[in-house]
């Protein structure tokens, strides 16, 4: 059974717009949640996180929000830029930290110039 | 800072057939972490260590072994490697605080024929 689930394979959007990707989670136990951003052929690289205790991350370009009743997260990238084009997975741990993270399968992101 | 490496980028393996994926971290972290991550999936935590010496299972840790001798090293053993466990292996290593960022190696890629 999925704890993590991102339920879009794939999104995209134009070059200077918003990118939004979504997340929802089934532990109630998860308190810390983390994106992180791939590119073929490399491995995840941290992008942004967002504890429990919050509703709002922020980081340049970069939003989290957390939605703790409807069990719901997602990342806000605001204006797109073409090298944003990658797979974004959204990852949650109980150990309040990066500690025995579970994924979810991915979103493809495709940015159009 | 080499950062967290990885060694080999590829493998071919036989049914049956042992092998050692290695892991190297040059900045000191004290947490690293096997995932593998197949196809359409996200990453599953296959074993971790919290310091050399001290080891613990994660999610998908069966036919696999790990060890920690030094604070450096973390190496995954296949023992008798098997078709289903053809998958890209990440490496990760992150400091003491459990909210430290978590750092990705490239990954190695494995067919097991």
């Known amino acids: 059974d999925q704890q993590v689930k991102q339920n879009s394979p794939s999104l995209s959007v134009q070059e200077g717009r918003i990118s939004i990707l979504n997340c929802d989670y089934t532990?109630?136990?998860?308190?810390?949640f983390l994106w992180y951003k791939k590119y073929p052929a490399e491995g995840p690289t941290f992008l942004i996180s967002i504890s429990s205790i919050k509703d709002k991350n922020e980081d340049g370009r970069f939003t989290v929000f957390l939605n703790k009743s409807a069990k719901h997260l997602s990342l806000h990238i605001v204006p797109s830029q073409p090298g944003d084009s990658a797979v974004y997975f959204c990852a949650a741990s109980t150990q309040g930290g990066s500690e025995k993270l579970v994924f979810g399968k991915g979103t493809k992101l495709t940015v159009n110039p | 800072n080499a950062g967290v490496t990885q060694t080999p980028k590829f493998q071919v393996l036989k049914t049956g057939q042992s092998m050692t994926l290695q892991c190297a971290q040059d900045?000191?972290?004290?947490?690293m972490s096997w995932y593998r991550q197949d196809p359409g999936m996200g990453l599953r935590l296959i074993h971790y260590s919290v310091g050399a010496g001290i080891t613990d299972q994660g999610e998908v840790p069966n036919g696999y072994n790990v060890s920690r001798s030094t604070t450096e090293d973390f190496p995954l053993r296949l023992l008798s490697a098997a078709p289903s466990q053809t998958s890209v292996y990440f490496c990760?290593?992150?400091?003491?605080?459990?909210?430290?960022?978590?750092?990705f190696g490239p990954g190695t890629r494995l067919t097991v024929l």
């Open positions: 900045m000191n972290h004290e947490y």
């Open positions: 532990n109630s136990m998860f308190d810390y």
């Open positions: 990760a290593s992150r400091g003491l605080v459990s909210t430290d960022t978590q750092y």
